[in-house]
């Protein structure tokens, strides 16, 4: 049986790890190298990468960043933010990524998502989802440019159409719980989980080992969080116990 | 100076992370698409990510179907990875009529539909008794990506096994050649203990 995933994710911006709230107000919460190894040492099963830079100096600091990651985990690594094309991804794996993660571009040229997993493979190949709740419709909607842009697109249909494309995992964020330690929107998971057969990724409102038991009652394969890492409240390896008591199956 | 490990350039998405494992072991890991490398190396890795025919078609393309078979006929060391465990069998459910290298007397086949695939996580195998012994492997978990996977256990072979959607074989060994099918690269401290046994006990 596969265990269930904890996975540390970095926002880096110019070579530091920031944080937000609902996707604003970044603060500085480290160096990306040093922290990827303290989670590895926790225990930290796989570490996402996400550039939120959007400036061009922010992406060969990228691929450095990438690098001294690299070169510090043996433990998979996913890279996303601002992936258009077959080669942006191929030049991030060569720098040290196991898996490259596409969002805005996908969404506005699905056929990337079948490129890179022709390429490279599904095991390679995760799309992220950022999902808002339209009150209109009791639905989720698809948001694009790190947010910002509203691409009037239902996000479970959009997860679905990924799979069919060759996504080999979804990483899904609410962005109403983003930051905001609230917990995981375990609605917005179970439903995604019924139209996708390959892996979930929850992510956005981690706060407790209580969410991550929601999120995995939900469906979710795995829960990625960053504030409750960053600040310190909590290790990978305690909330690893913690699941593991409640029967979670974890590496340890 | 350190000692030179020759991995075959399989045009692999991951080569990095395959790279930076063995220089934490201090090695000078070097890539190659040369024949010769793989005849007259010391110890050569092969990894692979992709299909079966793509893996295939790209040893062929290189000339090195034969020089890969000879190295596990000839016992000479060789340690495979994910694709490169099933490049060595018969055949596989992924590519029906691709002939793999063959030195492995097993065909590769594709998961259950009970179990969703890729399988994308960690997963606990268990080294067998043989295994256990010679290699002094212990069970713990490893990290595997993949849709397809040997179920028969090779006669003569030492075995590791795991279960996802019921037994497979996570790794086979026979004197100095060693293929698993999960991720030792990625599989942290646990898969770190694979490749430096490995290097410790071929020569």
Redesign the interface.
């Known amino acids: 049986m596969l265990t269930k995933r904890i996975i540390p994710c970095l926002d880096v911006r110019d070579g530091r790890v920031v944080k937000g709230v609902r996707f604003q107000n970044l603060r500085d919460a480290g160096d990306p190298a040093e922290l990827a190894y303290e989670y590895e040492q926790q225990g930290a099963d796989e570490l996402v990468i996400l550039d939120v830079s959007a400036t061009n100096e922010g992406r060969l600091a990228m691929l450095e960043t990438v690098q001294q990651v690299r070169n510090q985990i043996a433990v998979p690594l996913t890279v996303g933010g601002g992936i258009r094309s077959v080669d942006a991804a191929r030049e991030l794996l060569r720098a040290g990524a196991d898996k490259v993660s596409v969002n805005t571009a996908a969404v506005h040229r699905p056929e990337l998502i079948q490129e890179i997993s022709n390429e490279f493979g599904a095991q390679c190949t995760v799309v992220a989802v950022d999902a808002k709740r339209i009150l209109s419709t009791g639905g989720w909607g698809v948001f694009s440019s790190s947010g910002t842009r509203d691409e009037r697109k239902d996000a479970l249909q959009w997860c679905h159409q990924a799979q069919q494309l060759g996504a080999g995992e979804i990483l899904l964020t609410s962005m109403d719980r983003d930051g905001t330690r609230t917990g995981f929107d375990c609605e917005l998971l179970s439903a995604a989980a019924t139209v996708v057969e390959i892996p979930v990724i929850a992510s956005g409102g981690a706060n407790s080992v209580r969410d991550m038991l929601d999120a995995f009652a939900s469906g979710a394969h795995a829960v990625l969080a960053a504030s409750i890492f960053h600040d310190g409240c909590m290790t990978v390896a305690q909330v690893k116990s913690e699941l593991n008591k409640n029967r979670i199956p974890v590496r340890q | 100076m350190s000692e030179v490990i020759h991995i075959i350039d399989t045009g692999v ?5 395959m790279q ?2 063995w220089i ?1 072991l201090g090695f000078e890991p070097m890539l190659t698409t040369s024949a010769a490398d793989v005849e007259k190396a010391k110890r050569v890795v092969l990894p692979g ?3 079966f025919a793509a893996g295939m078609s790209c040893l062929r393309n290189l000339g090195m179907v034969d020089a890969v078979a000879e190295r596990v006929e000839k016992n000479r060391p060789l340690f495979c990875v994910c694709l490169g465990l099933q490049l060595l069998c018969k055949s596989s459910e992924e590519s029906p009529g691709t002939t793999g290298v063959g030195v492995v007397p097993v065909d590769v086949k594709r998961f259950p539909t009970e179990v ?1 695939v ?7 195998i268990q080294p067998q008794l043989t295994f256990e012994e010679q290699m002094q492997f212990s069970g713990g ?1 490893a ?5 397809y996977r040997v179920e028969a256990i090779p006669s003569d072979w030492s075995t590791a096994i795991s ?2 959607g019921g037994e497979f074989v996570a790794a086979y060994w026979k004197g100095n050649v060693l293929a698993c099918q999960f ?1 030792p ?5 646990y ?2 203990t694979w490749l430096q046994t490995w290097s410790e006990f071929t020569c």
């Open positions: 998405a991951n080569i990095s992370s930076h494992a934490r990510v992709g299909s969703s890729p399988k994308l996580g960690w997963n606990r978990y990290y595997f990506a993949n849709s279960n996802y991720h690269e990625l599989s942290s401290r898969g770190q």
